[in-house]
């Protein structure tokens, strides 16, 4: 069975950090192509940061030279380093594994998702 939970969100001040983790099981984890989505009230769900199986990684505008995106393979693990944070990063924030990446994700999977709280 294919999971993905995140952790390591919570509340933090403005220009504050937090790593977040998801731990995946169920797949071959280096064989995928890896994202991080989040979603802020009333807003559609958001690109924040994407890797390769190779380790190629690219990012959303808005977090351009504040988060890092990072895959440890024996641990079939991602993370996301988040620096500098703002008000507007407050999100929900998904660990994602596109859809159509092979049988097993006919549809795109998200995780539960963790909450992401930056005060002013």
């Known amino acids: 069975q294919v999971q993905l939970v995140e952790s390591g969100g919570g509340q933090v001040q403005s220009g504050g950090s937090l790593r977040l983790s998801c731990v995946t099981s169920?797949?071959?984890?280096?064989?995928?192509?890896l994202n991080w989505y989040r979603q802020a009230p009333g807003m559609e769900r958001e690109l924040v940061a994407s890797?390769?199986?190779?380790?190629?990684?690219s990012y959303g505008d808005s977090v351009k030279g504040r988060f890092a995106i990072s895959r440890d393979n024996p641990k079939r693990t991602l993370y996301l380093q988040m620096d500098s944070l703002k008000p507007e990063d407050t999100a929900v924030y998904y660990c994602?594994?596109?859809?159509?990446?092979?049988?097993?994700?006919?549809?795109?999977?998200y995780g539960p998702g963790t909450q992401v709280t930056v005060s002013a």
């Open positions: 890797i390769t199986v190779r380790g190629v990684t």
């Open positions: 994602h594994v596109p859809g159509g990446s092979s049988w097993l994700f006919p549809q795109d999977k």
């Open positions: 169920g797949f071959s984890f280096d064989a995928y192509n």
